[in-house]
């Protein structure tokens, strides 16, 4: 295996040329990047996309949801193959990286081992993943979702987009044909699956080392609260006489970043980033405020601990003052520990390379969290500049890709063996 990694090359212009014209393919201009799940520019990032798995030799195959699928055939295909792979749609006004180096990384790392002369005995399946983002029908790696069987028939028949659209009807507009219970992937279809992808935090940039290795993926659970007030005119209203919501709320955002923080671990992480306030005028007290929170961790129990403990201060700071309150959890996820045995490929595949790591979790979500329900699963992390993402200048120097790059071929020749 050091042989192979040894003689491992990556074409870094290539590659950079490929990660700038999927970036044109945008609804925004660049280096803005827009590619909302089943729009014409997803769809053109998708034709150009099978162009690029066609020249590398690679079988493709789509499932009902638009999950791509490009498989370099190994020896036996009685076994499992390895996998990887991320998404290519975007936020809107998003970067051109996040995703897109998992996607075209996985596909210049087969490249490279195509170009080393290793021959795989286990297939390698590059995926790339549909609608990682929320953004059109507000379910985070729906695609990944899907595959995993972790979303039933009844939410998946209800997901309609902001226009009314079935998720049913888009993607039947989008070419995408079979039932979506299809689209479920069976347990330990792969063998392993790692995912290529910029780290979207400032760790490894801080730290000046190349490669994160990722050990547990945090997963996120998104409460509700929503508190009730009588309203009324600001100005006839006397404050004794007053219910507002809009104190109960403060306070319970106080007690949402308080809670996290008393855990006493920096994976603890929770966040209030949606509030709407009616009737919303400056004159009018607010009779109804609505709470949009995020809470993270890579420990279930005490990720759990915190939405209890954010729901008993909503709750408290509603009778505080006077105010009704209701609460309702979106979703909950559970966090992933990532596969030991794919670990120490990892570890193993830097080593050889000469290229330093340090392990780390990731407190962002990927389509791995969910890849981690039905095979051994991790992560490889290259630096962001700056932590930046999801916005225009998110940036990965070429090398830095390259270098990832190089560890995930590595890794994949480790596992397909």
């Known amino acids: 295996m050091t042989s192979t990694a040894a003689s491992l090359t990556i074409d870094p212009l290539r590659l950079s040329a490929e990660i700038e ?21 997803d769809m053109r990032a998708r034709d150009y996309l099978k162009r690029c798995y066609a020249e590398a030799g690679l079988t493709v ?40 180096v998992g996607v075209l990384g996985g596909l210049e790392a087969i490249r490279a081992l195509q170009r080393a002369g290793f021959q795989p005995r286990r297939s390698i399946e590059l995926v790339m993943f549909t609608a990682e983002e929320p ?12 595959m995993a069987g972790s979303l039933s028939p009844e939410k998946l028949a209800a997901l ?8 049913d009807h888009a993607r039947a507009t989008a070419g995408c044909s079979g039932t979506l219970a299809s689209a479920q992937l069976p347990l330990k279809y792969y063998s392993a699956f790692v995912e290529l992808h910029i780290e979207q935090g400032y760790r490894l940039e801080r730290a000046g080392l190349p490669i994160g290795v990722v050990t547990a993926i945090a997963a ?9 007030g009588e309203g009324g005119h600001a100005g006839a209203v006397l404050m004794p006489d007053r219910h507002d919501p809009v104190l109960a709320a403060s306070e319970t955002m106080l007690a949402v970043d308080r809670i996290a923080r008393a855990t006493g671990n920096l994976n603890s992480v929770a966040t209030c980033g949606l509030v709407q306030v009616l ?18 961790d890579i420990d279930l129990a005490r990720r759990d601990g915190m ?36 670990l120490q490929a990892i570890h193993a595949s830097c080593d050889a390379l000469g290229l330093r790591y340090q392990d780390m979790t990731s407190r962002a979500y990927h389509d791995s969290l969910f890849m981690a329900l039905i095979c051994p699963t991790s992560m490889i992390f290259v630096p962001s500049q700056g932590g930046f993402s999801h916005r225009p200048d998110e940036f990965t120097k070429p090398e830095e890709i390259a270098d990832g790059v190089r560890v995930l071929a590595a890794t994949l020749a480790r596992l397909a063996e």
């Open 160 to 167: 309609r987009d902001k226009d009314g659209i079935s998720l």
């Open 61 to 100: 195959r789509e499932d009902a949801v638009g999950n791509t699928f490009a498989r370099w055939t190994g020896t036996d295909t009685h076994v499992a193959p390895v996998g990887t792979g991320s998404h290519t749609d975007a936020i809107p006004n998003a970067g051109r990286f996040d995703g897109v």
């Open 135 to 146: 953004t059109r029908f507000g379910f985070g790696c729906l695609g990944s979702r899907i």
């Open 21 to 41: 014209a999927l970036a044109q393919i945008s609804d925004t201009p660049y280096p803005s990047v827009t590619r909302v799940l089943f729009t014409e520019a």
């Open 279 to 296: 009737p919303g005028a400056v004159n009018s007290i607010p009779r109804d405020v609505t709470l949009t929170i995020d809470v993270r």
């Open 220 to 228: 996120p659970a998104t409460l509700r609260v929503q508190l009730t």
């Open 307 to 342: 939405l209890t403990d954010i729901r008993a201060a909503a709750r408290s700071a509603a009778g505080k003052y006077g105010c009704g309150w209701s609460d309702d959890v979106l979703n909950a996820d559970a966090p992933a520990r990532c596969a030991p045995e794919i």
